[in-house]
């Protein structure tokens, strides 16, 4: 019998536990995280990127690139709505900037003429 109480009480502990974290878990777990309201007053910080101070303040440069858009292969839709279908031409452009032949090897001066290497 006294196995059965105590089991109870625990029962009754984790129901009361999960309890309070639904009631008060979001509040406590997420006060620091962002919300869906929209800021209002002045931000505490602002920096220009468009001037070249802002820019040298996070150490940082403008990069540029002409883009072309060119013709591709792709496949249309194929019976599992997926494209595995017929072989069509599509749009894309490049440089892709992530593609690891992407050209970073030289720098903007912010009107996107190369002034050297990085």
Not at 20 to 49: C, M, Q, W
Not at 89 to 94: G, I, L, M, N, R
Request: proline share 6%; glycine share 12%; with cysteine.
């Amino acid at each position: 019998m006294n196995s059965h109480k105590s089991t109870s009480i625990v029962i009754l502990l984790i129901i009361l536990g999960a309890s309070l974290y639904v009631v008060f878990g979001p509040r406590v777990t997420h006060a620091t995280a962002g919300s869906n309201e929209v800021p209002t007053g002045k931000p505490e910080a602002s920096i220009d990127l468009a001037s070249s101070s802002g820019v040298a303040l996070i150490k940082g440069d403008w990069r540029y690139s002409d883009t072309k858009i060119i013709e591709v292969d792709f496949r249309g839709p194929g019976q599992d709505k997926q494209p595995t279908g017929s072989p069509v031409k599509t749009y894309d452009y490049t440089p892709h900037a992530g593609g690891a032949d992407f050209d970073r090897c030289w720098r903007s001066d912010g009107r996107g003429r190369r002034v050297g290497a990085a």
